[in-house]
Nanobody, 124 residues
Framework: QVQLVESGGGLVQAGGSLRLSCAASGLTFRGYSMGWFRQAPGKEREFVAAIGQIGVTYYADSVKGRFTISRDFTMSTVYLQMNGLKPEDTAAYYC??????????????????WGQGTQVTVSS
């Protein structure tokens, strides 16, 4: 049974930092591309960042230069380091796993498994 478990969310002031973690189990971690998405109340879930099987990274323009995605193969964990947080970053953040390594890494449908999410709230 595949599980993706996010952690690290919380309440932070604008300009602060958080590091999200997503621990994967039940899958061959190195065979998957991994992504982070977020969903704010009343809005659609949107792409944040992705990392491929060999470590190539991709970012949404809104987070480029502030967020960093990384992965630890020994821990089967993907991270999202978030610096310079803004109130508009407030959302539930979701980890996702893509077995096919799709070129369409921004699309929700490209991902096979999803975590339950962790809430990030940035106060102004």
């Amino acid at each position: 049974q595949v599980q993706l478990v996010e952690s690290g969310g919380g309440l932070v002031q604008a300009g602060g930092s958080l590091r999200l973690s997503c621990a994967a189990s039940g899958l061959t971690f190195r065979g998957y591309s991994m992504g982070w998405f977020r969903q704010a109340p009343g809005k659609e879930r949107e792409f944040v960042a992705a990392i491929g099987q060999i470590g190539v990274t991709y970012y949404a323009d809104s987070v480029k230069g502030r967020f960093t995605i990384s992965r630890d193969f020994t821990m089967s964990t993907v991270y999202l380091q978030m610096n310079g947080l803004k109130p508009e970053d407030t959302a539930a953040y979701y980890c996702a796993a893509d077995k096919g390594g799709s070129r369409y890494y921004t699309r929700l449908a490209s991902y096979d498994y999803w975590g339950q999410g962790t809430q990030v709230t940035v106060s102004s």
